[in-house]
């Protein structure tokens, strides 16, 4: 006779599982959504102030985020 308790909790186990990995995968593409949006962004501060201060900073900005890569 089977364990209907440990055959329900497995279950629910389970789900609870699959809900968890489905919302690390979304959350990891809109982190790298946003990832994107902010390179794209200091790229183009770069571009347009290569002689200033904002433009420095940018490029500095994406030097870091480079060697984290």
Known sequence: MPNWSYLIARLVSAIGSWLDAS???N???RLQQE???LRVA???IRRMDPEGRLGWYAQQ???RADLRD
């Open 23 to 25: 919302n690390l995968r």
């Open 27 to 29: 959350r990891v593409y």
């Open 35 to 37: 990832n994107e949006l």
């Open 42 to 44: 200091l790229d183009d």
């Open 61 to 63: 900005a994406l030097e």
